[in-house]
């Protein structure tokens, strides 16, 4: 994923020479999406600073962006042919599944390439589950309803599979916090079915690049003062794009089942926009 690699990181890579001097990258591509989760980095905006003249010259500001991005706002700023037809065309999810990050990210710009999972008649490709918070969460960080219904929903999906679920293919969970992930790998315990041990619960951030046919995403929201922490906005053309959310939303090949408290998260604009899509 080219947008969560910081250019010191590639600079080993991109500035190799052979023995005569020679460059050793005639040609590089980066495959990527400056929409989705950006590097993870513990340095502040004022401490990524660039200070050099010559490297700020060349449209090197500061060192959390990734190559990347700065290269598609250089295509940007050239109107360049090739930054308009970028992300135009997706291969991975029905378009049922694409419609909400689509619409709201994409500008309406995103187009299935019609492969044959795309072509499926899904029924119900995105379903909102409502949930309830979970008070006697002392951290804030569990939700034993939504673990429950996750737990359910990884139950029904199994056994709609039967014997062509791959723990590996067919099904992953994205919750926002370790601690709600342990929770539901207990409850799924409870179920006695091994191949369900297997499938990966997982953070949003250690998903990125990965994708299953059915995803679950479990919100873990249980106070409102969460919803400052839990979104990564940046904006576009006037328009606010939640990074996080936007890679929650574009794991899932063929359907997505998402569970959460709606009392809170409508008070989230773009979590609010995306309830009343699909709920």
Do not use: W
């Not at 910081?6 to 050793?24: S, T, V, Y």
């Not at 589950?129 to 969460?137: F, K, N, T």
């Amino acid at each position: 994923e080219a947008t969560q690699i910081l250019e010191p990181q590639l600079l080993g890579i991109l500035c190799a020479r052979f023995a005569d001097e020679r460059n050793a990258v005639g040609k590089f591509i980066l495959i990527g999406d400056h929409k989705q989760l950006p590097a993870v980095i513990l340095q502040n905006s004022g401490q990524s600073e660039v200070h050099d003249e010559g490297l700020r010259k060349a449209g090197l500001f500061n060192l959390k962006d990734s190559l990347f991005e700065r290269l598609y706002r250089f295509q940007l700023k050239e109107k360049s042919p090739q930054a308009v037809d970028m992300l135009c065309r997706q291969g991975r999810m029905h378009p049922g599944v694409a419609f909400f990050p689509n619409k709201a990210f994409y500008a309406g710009k995103l187009e299935a390439l019609g492969l044959p999972h795309q072509l499926e008649h899904i029924e119900t490709p995105v379903r909102f589950i409502p949930s309830e918070q979970d008070l006697e969460s002392i951290s804030g960080k569990t939700n034993r309803h939504e673990a429950r219904i996750v737990t359910d929903l990884v139950r029904e999906v199994y056994l709609l599979y039967k014997e062509t679920f791959n723990p590996n293919r067919t099904l992953g969970v994205i919750t926002p916090y370790r601690s709600q992930i342990a929770l539901i790998r207990k409850e799924l315990q409870t179920l006695g079915i091994p191949a369900l041990n297997e499938i990966s619960i997982d953070t949003v951030e250690r998903y990125q690049g990965s994708e299953r046919d059915v995803i679950i995403y479990s919100f873990c929201v249980n106070h409102l003062y969460q919803l400052r922490f839990l979104p990564n906005l940046t904006e576009e053309d006037g328009v606010q794009i939640d990074r996080k959310l936007n890679v929650a939303l574009t794991r899932a090949r063929k359907q997505l089942f998402i569970t959460g408290v709606p009392e809170l998260l409508n008070h989230n604009p773009i979590y609010h926009c995306l309830l009343e899509t699909i709920y």
